[in-house]
């Protein structure tokens, strides 16, 4: 709130205000010169508001701690740091937030491995299963085990944030590790989406003249409401908004104030105050509850799982509304659990996710990945497709996509995969790779709609007296974030490496 309490009127106009911008980088084709726009109409790049956030964010944890070391001076190059995202990012947008954060000197280029991106609904999972019954609401777990003791006990985390609603599904292995069962999936339907609809029922009471200058000229009193509603979100049964003096002087010289609220039994004016009704504020959230139940709905009918627990994390998971649909809703079939620090939840995972980076040891794959191969040209399966002629005449097709991974196929962590291919010409010297992800389940060429070029490399071949006799070994890492080929000439010995490269040019 600092914006509201030290910005003067005329001096907002002049700055740059981006409010819930994380939700910028949701659904969206990024490249690093990507436009945001503020609220004054001025643009930005994306990467400059994220990374001056994210230094913000740096430089005041590094003098927090200062000011507890006893003046020890600590730099940003001293800490492992943890950085948390929704679940349903794409990997462009998690991969521009690591962009953002070296840029923001939390790490230097030389050290990524300083740098965790932790998904929100895996860090709370891994806070989650550690709790005693004492750790979530009252009457929520009545057995008095710990979760991540008992192997082989699934559960459903659904993160209720401000911007998005993230849920993951694991099962705890030996040793207190997690499997993931069901690929992350989510929506943004979130908190702000009943901020949202309250913004639009204010303008459609006061009408749209009014709240339109009101939002014009008094920016910080609008984001004031905004705080001041986000609050209520926490209540069951009717509220009392505190209404902006601008927004009542502006009505007043258009209406009587008492007016604008004649005609609906759900709002009321109360001395200065906007009076909700617990239906219209149940109602506000209905968009958002109905979001939550399609997303659990479709996981909880895969015949393959026996979830037992479903953890409600997040600020938006304190809202009356949402905590009582989820149990009211699902809890015949599993017990619906709420830490008492839900808000914190992902959190306080995210610093045990730090000192335990590997404790999901497999993940279930959200995209396809493949690479372009070529095959003999066939006019009946390859016709109109691009063709490459060989040195002694042959045909083929060379934008055949070949799969490395399949959506929804488990792969451990930092597992590596090696594939084999042989020279395609005798005097062949270099041999060119170029890789490809797509949301489809399957994909026979690489230029088919909704398949991405995400990286390419090309290895050195220097030794050709085997003719085609020769092999390149192609060894795809698949991290957490990231994943890494590298290929290896056979007869050379010659590697290349490269990251793949999620963002567009």
């Keep these: 709130m600092t914006y509201t309490r030290q910005t003067r009127r005329n001096e907002a106009k002049k700055l740059f205000l981006f409010d819930n911008f994380k939700m910028e980088l949701f659904g969206k084709v990024l490249h690093r010169d990507f436009m945001m726009t503020a609220k004054n109409g001025k643009k930005m790049r994306a990467m400059k508001v994220f990374s001056e956030s994210l230094k913000f964010m740096k430089d005041h944890a590094l003098q927090t701690i200062q000011r507890h070391t006893s003046g020890v001076k600590y730099s940003a190059s001293d800490a492992t740091w943890v950085l948390t995202v929704p679940a349903i990012w794409s990997a462009a947008a998690k991969q521009f937030m690591r962009e953002a954060a070296t840029e923001a000197g939390l790490v230097a280029e030389s050290e990524p491995e300083r740098l965790i991106v932790a998904l929100e609904p895996e860090a709370a999972s891994v806070w989650c299963k550690q709790l005693p019954k004492e750790g979530f609401m009252e009457g929520d777990l009545t057995e008095a085990e710990i979760i991540e003791q008992v192997p082989e006990t699934q559960y459903m985390v659904v993160d209720c944030g401000g911007g998005t609603i993230d849920i993951t599904v694991h099962e705890v292995v030996e040793g207190g590790r997690l499997k993931e069962l069901h690929r992350v999936s989510g929506n943004n339907m979130g908190g702000q989406t009943v901020d949202k609809n309250f913004k639009a029922f204010i303008r459609e009471i006061f009408s749209e003249k009014v ?4 939002e014009e000229n008094h920016p910080s009193e609008l984001q004031r409401l905004m705080y001041d509603f986000s609050i209520c979100k926490r209540y069951d049964g009717d509220v009392l908004v505190q209404c902006p003096y ?47 139940e399609s997303l659990m709905k479709e996981i909880l009918k895969k015949p393959t799982l026996n979830i037992r627990y479903i953890f409600l994390v997040g600020g938006f998971a304190l809202s009356p509304y949402v905590n009582r ?19 914190m939840a992902v959190v306080n995972g995210a610093v045990m996710f730090g000192m335990m980076p590997n404790v999901v040891e497999s993940r279930i794959s959200v995209f ?47 597992e590596v995969r090696r594939y084999t291919f042989n020279a395609l010409e005798i005097d062949q010297r270099e041999m060119h790779f170029s890789f490809y992800c797509t949301e489809k389940e399957t994909a026979e060429f690489v230029d088919e709609e909704g398949v991405m070029k995400i990286g390419s490399l090309a290895v050195s071949m220097p030794k050709i007296s085997q003719g085609r006799n020769r092999s390149v070994i192609l060894e795809i890492k698949f991290g957490f974030t990231e994943m890494q080929a590298t290929a290896i000439d056979v007869d050379s010995d010659e590697t290349t490496s490269v990251k793949m490269d999620f963002m567009s040019k």
């Design 211 to 214: 709240f339109d200058e009101f």
């Design 246 to 292: 601008s927004l009542h002087q502006i009505a007043s010289r258009v209406d009587d104030i008492e007016a604008y609220f004649s005609g609906d039994n759900d709002v009321d004016w109360e001395s200065g105050q906007i009076l909700l009704s617990g239906a219209k504020l149940k109602a506000l959230h209905e968009d958002s509850i109905r979001g939550i």
């Design 368 to 414: 396809t990945y493949g690479i372009a191969v070529v095959h003999l040209f066939d006019e009946s399966k390859h016709k109109g497709k691009s063709k490459y002629v060989s040195n002694d005449g042959v045909q083929f097709c060379d934008v055949c996509f070949h799969c490395l991974v399949k959506k929804d196929e488990s792969v451990l962590l930092e």
């Design 325 to 343: 649909f989820v149990k009211e809703k699902f809890g015949s079939k599993c017990q619906v659990l709420c830490p008492v620090d839900a808000q």
